[in-house]
C-alpha cells in the first residue's frame, strides 16, 4: 500500500471507531505528549475542513495529537495563509495527503446559497463559495450540489497551488475530497 492510500485508510478506520463509540485516542497521556516533544510531529494526513464546531477532525477520525495537520476555516475555503499552511505541511511534514472535508448543514454554504452578502471579512468568504453555488442554481437540492462543488473547488484550488503541483507530479502527494455526516457521523470519500 503506498503512503496516500494508507494515510487514507487510517482515516476510514478512525471514523469507524468513532462511529462505533470506541475511542482510541482516549489512552493520550503524558508518556506520548514527552515523545512528540523529542521526536516532533510526523502527521500522517492534512485536513482542510470547517471551523463548524460540530466537525472536530481529531474526535470524528479518532486520531491522537501528532497525527493529523489541520487548517480549519468557515466553510472549508482556502486563501493565502491557509494555502501557506498547506505548503508548509507537504513540504516540510512531507504529508502525503491532503483532504478537503465539507460536511452537511454547513452554515458558510447556507449563508451563500440564501444571498447573504456577509459583512466585514465574512464576504470573502461568501465569495469564494458563490461560484460553486452558481454551478447549481435551479438544482432540487442546491444544498447539497453547493456543498459537494465547494470541496471541489477548494481540492482543485489546493492542486493548483506550484508546490503541491509539483508534490502530486512526483507522486508524493494526494489531494481528496470527502463529506461528514453531522447527523451519521459517517465520513464519505468523494
Ligand atoms: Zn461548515
Given at each position: 500500500m503506498n503512503l496516500t492510500e494508507d494515510a487514507k485508510q487510517k482515516l476510514i478506520l478512525g471514523n469507524e471507531r468513532y462511529l462505533s463509540g470506541r475511542?482510541?485516542?482516549?489512552?493520550?497521556?503524558a508518556r506520548m505528549r514527552e515523545e512528540l516533544a523529542e521526536k516532533g510531529q510526523k502527521p500522517g494526513a492534512l485536513i482542510v475542513c470547517c471551523?463548524?464546531?460540530?466537525?472536530p477532525p481529531e474526535i470524528i477520525f479518532d486520531?491522537?495529537?501528532?497525527d493529523i495537520f489541520v487548517v480549519r476555516t468557515a466553510g472549508n475555503v482556502v486563501d493565502e495563509i491557509a494555502l501557506g499552511s498547506i505548503e508548509y505541511g507537504v513540504?516540510?511534514?512531507?504529508?502525503?495527503l491532503v483532504l478537503v472535508l465539507g460536511h452537511e448543514n454547513c452554515g458558510a454554504v447556507k449563508a451563500t446559497i440564501e444571498g447573504?452578502?456577509?459583512?466585514?471579512?465574512v464576504k470573502a468568504i461568501i465569495d469564494k463559495i458563490k461560484p460553486s453555488m452558481e454551478k447549481h442554481l435551479?438544482?432540487?437540492?442546491i444544498y447539497e450540489d453547493c456543498t459537494d462543488e465547494n470541496i471541489r473547488s477548494t481540492m482543485e484550488e489546493i492542486r493548483k497551488n506550484a508546490a503541491v503541483a509539483a508534490l502530486i507530479r512526483e507522486g508524493r502527494v494526494e489531494v481528496a475530497g470527502a463529506k461528514y455526516g453531522i447527523r451519521s457521523g459517517k465520513v464519505c470519500f468523494f
Open positions: 475511542l482510541h485516542a482516549e489512552g493520550f497521556g471551523s463548524d464546531s460540530r466537525v486520531q491522537y495529537p501528532g513540504e516540510h511534514l512531507s504529508i502525503p447573504e452578502g456577509g459583512h466585514g471579512a435551479g438544482s432540487a437540492d
